[in-house]
């Protein structure tokens, strides 16, 4: 079974930093691309960053500068390093993944981590 893994949110101050990590475990051929999306309350569900197992990424205007999404494709592992957090960052942060078996595709979601910037 296919699953995403999340770990690093938190609490931080505004202006602070965090680092998001996501590795993917189970059956599959390869993963492309990976990205991170986030949710703040009674918003939608917004792409933050995406990146290819090339490594070509992909910003959300927002975040460009402050943000840098990394993958480790030996680990299956996604990263986003967070910098200068604004308090309208606070949200719900998920990691998505396009994984392949063989020919097939399907996209997955984490379950989530929660990062809550305070001014």
């Known amino acids: 079974q296919v699953q995403l893994v999340e770990s690093g949110g938190g609490l931080v101050q505004a202006g602070g930093s965090l680092r998001l990590s996501c590795a993917a475990s189970?059956?599959?051929?390869?993963?492309?691309?990976m990205g991170w999306y986030r949710q703040a309350p009674g918003k939608q569900r917004e792409l933050v960053a995406a990146?290819?197992?090339?490594?070509?990424?992909t910003y959300a205007d927002s975040v460009k500068g402050r943000f840098t999404i990394s993958r480790d494709n030996a680990k299956n592992t996604v990263y986003l390093q967070m910098n200068s957090l604004k308090p309208e960052e606070t949200a719900v942060y998920y990691c998505?993944?396009?994984?392949?078996?063989?020919?097939?595709?399907?996209?997955?979601w984490g379950q989530g981590t929660q990062v809550t910037v305070f001014s």
């Open positions: 990146i290819t197992s090339g490594g070509s990424t």
């Open positions: 998505n993944a396009d994984i392949y078996w063989l020919m097939a595709s399907r996209q997955y």
């Open positions: 189970g059956r599959f051929s390869y993963i492309n691309p």
